[in-house]
Nanobody
Framework: QVQLVESGGGLMQPGGSLRLSCAAS????????MGWYRQAPGQQRELVAS???????NYAESVKGRFTISRDDAKNTVYLQMNSLKPEDTAVYYC????????WGRGTQVTISS
């Protein structure tokens, strides 16, 4: 059974940084293109960053230059380093596959507010 467990969110002031983690069981993440998604209140879930099997990364324009996705194959974990955070980054963040979706985890809440 596949489980994706996100962590690392919290309340942060604008301009601050957070690092999110996505630990996986029942699936080997390096075999898939993995992504970080976010869903703000009243909005659809959107893909903000992805990393391919080969390690190539891609970002939504809204986070490009501020967020960095990475993967630790030994820990079977995907990370999202978020810098220069803005109030509009407030959302629940999830990880999942891009071409192949797995059961969604509970996500981790990120709130950016002064």
């Amino acid at each position: 059974q596949v489980q994706l467990v996100e962590s690392g969110g919290g309340l942060m002031q604008p301009g601050g940084s957070l690092r999110l983690s996505c630990a996986a069981s029942g699936i080997i993440l390096r075999f898939y293109t993995m992504g970080w998604y976010r869903q703000a209140p009243g909005q659809q879930r959107e893909l903000v960053a992805s990393i391919t099997r080969g390690g190539s990364t891609n970002y939504a324009e809204s986070v490009k230059g501020r967020f960095t996705i990475s993967r630790d194959d030994a820990k079977n974990t995907v990370y999202l380093q978020m810098n220069s955070l803005k109030p509009e980054d407030t959302a629940v963040y999830y990880c999942n596959g891009v071409q192949t979706l797995q059961p969604w985890g509970r996500g981790t809440q990120v709130t950016i507010s002064s």
